[in-house]
């Protein structure tokens, strides 16, 4: 009697754990599946066509912006974006709108007229010259330079890849990180300027565009001070 009494202890035991168990990874993939809705419906990855403003607060710089230039972000609070990126069409700098939403849901950079960019604290990045003196010394291969026009092409370390300075004035540089068309369908540039001496400016953009990179980074600079408060 007693060795049936243990049986059945541990029997109730075993399911009890198998019980605890299996709520346990159940509660783990609730909280999975909520997360990544969470992060990809509400505060990741969602373009408008609305253009409602939100404050940006940037090394005590603020900006309002609306909200079809914004294209993903951390989080919107009372009227406040964190941590956003943004988009617009080449040349004319539009937001998304229903008009034009279409050439916003291309994959990559296919038709060559998306630009995205991003706003960093110059305190917590390295400057342009900075990234140039670095890349020039750790990830080019010096004997590939070339020049073609104003430009200094060098292929880069990394397959696929090419780095780029333009001349600018005041004898700066402009760098930029740029995937070779044989590589990949859609190539595209990635650089940097400084907005003030608190903010750099991350730009994404076509390399089809390359040519046309001192339109856009005044026109960029023209939007973002419109966006100023």
């Known amino acids: 009697m007693s060795k049936l009494v243990t049986m059945n202890f541990n029997r109730t035991k075993h399911l009890l754990y198998l019980t605890l168990?299996?709520?346990?990874?159940?509660?783990?993939?609730?909280?999975?599946?909520?997360?990544?809705?969470?992060?990809?419906?509400?505060?990741?990855?969602?373009?408008?066509?609305?253009?409602?403003?939100?404050?940006?607060?940037?090394?005590?710089?603020?900006?309002?912006?609306?909200?079809?230039?914004?294209?993903?972000?951390?989080?919107?609070?009372?009227?406040?974006?964190y941590s956003p990126s943004f988009h617009v069409l080449?040349?004319?700098?539009?937001?998304?709108?229903?008009?034009?939403?279409?050439?916003?849901?291309?994959?990559?950079?296919?038709?060559?007229?998306?630009?995205?960019?991003?706003?960093?604290?110059?305190?917590?990045?390295?400057?342009?010259?900075?990234?140039?003196?670095?890349?020039?010394?750790?990830w080019t291969i010096k004997d590939s330079r070339k020049k073609i026009g104003d430009l200094e092409i060098y292929d880069s370390t990394i397959d696929g890849n090419e780095f780029i300075l333009k001349p600018f004035p005041n004898n700066e540089k402009r760098y930029f990180k740029c995937s070779k068309?044989?590589?990949?369908?859609?190539p595209s540039c990635n650089t940097r300027f400084h907005l003030n001496s608190d903010i750099i400016v991350q730009v994404t953009f076509s390399r089809k565009q390359l040519p046309n990179w001192d339109t856009i980074e005044l026109s960029l600079r023209s939007l973002i001070s419109s966006f100023s408060t």
Not at 99 to 107: D, I, L, S, V, Y
Not at 112 to 122: A, D, N, P, Q, V
Not at 181 to 186: A, M, N, R
């Open 90 to 138: 080449y040349p004319r700098m539009e937001p998304k709108t229903e008009r034009n939403k279409t050439a916003f849901e291309q994959p990559g950079w296919s038709e060559g007229k998306l630009i995205s960019f991003i706003f960093i604290k110059s305190n917590q990045s390295k400057s342009v010259s900075q990234i140039i003196k670095h890349e020039l010394a750790s």
């Open 21 to 81: 168990i299996t709520s346990f990874f159940l509660f783990i993939f609730f909280i999975a599946i909520n997360t990544t809705f969470f992060w990809t419906k509400e505060n990741w990855y969602k373009p408008s066509t609305k253009n409602n403003k939100y404050l940006l607060d940037i090394n005590n710089h603020k900006f309002m912006v609306p909200r079809n230039y914004i294209w993903s972000y951390n989080k919107i609070s009372h009227d406040r974006v």
């Open 181 to 186: 068309e044989i590589y990949v369908p859609f």
